[in-house]
């Protein structure tokens, strides 16, 4: 069985290999306790107030299908840092609704101790986004496309195109992630929308791109965040 997503990036980190929080499994190391943070669609700031590490998994929205045409929107991508953070860190969020038929999906973006990730939303064009500053970066997928380790692309009827697939870290667990992180914010809620030959498109799910139709494109999936805080004490 493999490295936990947060070992990974954190083993190559020098004088925080020693710190290896999580196991695919699930288990947390002794000398750690933790706790989730999610959002969608939203903004805010606020201090954890704890030592430890911040496993940031963010993703953008998707993008609208097209009104009418032969693209579903792009799907958002998955980023993935792990950031040590003290009790006087800061971070800040944002998180895009997704986008209306033909519109780029929105951004979602955290800002720690002035460090800067962004999680692309997808396009109305039909590219998925790509995850920007991260450790890791899932792209998500492009029209009729399954996103990178997330959702699967929606259907295609006729000439119209399903929506890309939201990025995602479904082979990955966390403590309390219910045997996947992905259940936090893809599996099957990041799936493209449909499209659909004779009407409007169907809608995509969380970070996944709506689908095209030959009146309207359905909508994207909203963006998301969650983030699991460990603390050494």
């Not at 936990?4 to 306790?33: D, E, H, P, Y």
């Not at 097209?66 to 971070?91: D, F, M, Q, R």
């Not at 893809?186 to 709506?210: D, I, L």
């Amino acid at each position: 069985m493999g490295k936990s997503i947060a070992a990974k990036a954190i083993a190559s980190r020098v004088g925080l290999a020693q710190r290896r929080i999580a196991t695919r499994t699930g288990l947390v190391r002794t000398g750690f306790a933790g706790f989730w943070f999610h959002v969608a669609a939203g903004s805010g700031s606020f201090q954890p107030d704890i030592t430890g590490i911040a496993h940031v998994f963010a993703t953008g929205a998707g993008a609208g299908g097209g009104p009418p045409g032969i693209k579903g929107g792009g799907g958002g991508a998955a980023g993935y840092v792990a950031v040590p953070i003290s009790k006087l860190s800061t971070i800040t969020y944002s998180v895009s609704s997704g986008g209306a038929a033909g519109a780029d999906g929105g951004d979602t973006t955290v800002i720690i101790d002035g460090c800067t990730y962004i999680a692309k939303g997808g396009a109305a064009a039909g590219a998925g986004g790509q995850a920007l500053g991260f450790d890791i970066n899932h792209p998500g997928g492009d029209s009729a496309s399954a996103g990178t380790d997330g959702g699967s692309a929606g259907s295609i009827a006729g000439s119209q195109q399903g929506g890309g697939g939201a990025g995602g870290f479904v082979d990955y667990s966390m403590p309390g992630s219910n045997g996947g992180i992905g259940n936090h914010f893809t599996s099957a809620a990041g799936n493209g929308g449909a499209g659909n030959n004779a009407g409007a498109g169907s809608n995509g799910g969380n970070g996944a791109g709506g689908g095209a139709g030959t009146t309207t494109g359905g909508n994207g999936g909203v963006g998301y965040l969650a983030i699991y805080f460990t603390q050494n004490f």
